[in-house]
């Protein structure tokens, strides 16, 4: 594949994965990783390292994709700063912690995993269960310890954390505007330490392609930076024509095919 058709198709990936996330209201890496996982299967990218070098990508695209969305967060004062504070070391360790976890396991085993928590999503989703607001504690040890269970998630399986981390300030008393901007605020760091950490370990390995650095793949990186904030748009408006049962039961499904791709 040359390279202006692999830029081409990393601008069409960055665009369905903004129009998909704007429409869906759920960030990058649920999206992203298994479209990348097809893109490197087009260019020839050795299976080994396929997936890890989609889930370092992924990360790296939520550094400056979740930047914009956690600014805009901070500045209307959604961000609950003192929870955010008190879970950072932890999201820090943990999210260094899941990239060495990752680069431990095979390519097989990681994608197995990454399907297996993607149905768990959509079944999530499908069934439509919130958390119970206010019944979980919010003091420091217990903020720390979830900061380093939804980094050690997040950097594992290349997502930006609102999976994890919106249940879980919703269930210690935050109003869903509070945990919505507080996870965004969260997934910085996540993204950052583990896009980093996934460029060290991934460093010298002789399977990668060219245009990677370490686990991520700047060609890829830049093509989705690029396209999918302003698409991003696109399916916010898409979204407010679809009813939110259809929007979620839609994406469920979606959710499980792909974790289904991943576990057949």
């Keep these: 594949m040359s390279l202006v058709l692999t830029l081409a198709a ?11 996330a704007g429409l869906y209201g759920v960030g ?32 790296a695209t939520i550094v400056v994709t979740g930047s914009s969305s956690a600014w805009g967060h901070y500045r209307r004062g959604s961000i609950r700063r ?10 820090v360790l943990g999210a260094i912690a899941g990239v060495f976890v990752a680069g431990s396991l095979s390519g097989g085993l990681l994608g197995t995993l990454f399907g297996l928590f993607v149905i768990l999503v959509a079944l999530k989703m499908a069934l439509g ?11 420091p040890a217990a903020m720390g310890l979830a900061g380093v269970v939804v980094g050690g998630v997040s950097a594992l399986f290349g997502i930006g954390g609102g999976t994890l981390s919106v249940p879980w300030l919703s269930r210690c008393g935050a109003t869903m505007t509070q945990a ?19 460029m060290v370990v991934g460093w ?24 999918s904030v302003p698409f991003a748009r696109l399916g916010v408006l898409l979204a407010h024509r679809l009813s939110a049962r259809a929007l979620r039961l839609s994406f469920a499904a979606l959710l499980a095919v792909v974790g289904l791709k991943f576990l057949l």
């Design 204 to 227: 010298g390995n002789p399977l990668l392609p060219s245009g990677a650095v370490g686990f991520v793949m700047l060609p890829a990186f830049l093509g989705i930076v690029l396209a």
């Design 82 to 91: 003192d929870w955010f504070l008190a879970m950072l070391p932890g999201l």
């Design 129 to 139: 269960r919130g958390p119970r607001p206010g019944g979980a504690q919010s003091g």
């Design 10 to 20: 990393y601008l069409l990936l960055g665009a369905v994965a903004g129009t998909m």
């Design 180 to 198: 919505v901007g507080t996870s965004s605020a969260c997934g910085l760091p996540i993204a950052l330490f583990g896009a980093a950490t996934f």
């Design 28 to 59: 990058g890496g649920l999206i992203i990783v298994p479209s990348l996982i097809a893109a490197f299967g087009w260019q020839g990218v050795a299976p080994e390292v396929a997936m890890h070098l989609a889930v370092g990508t992924s990360l």
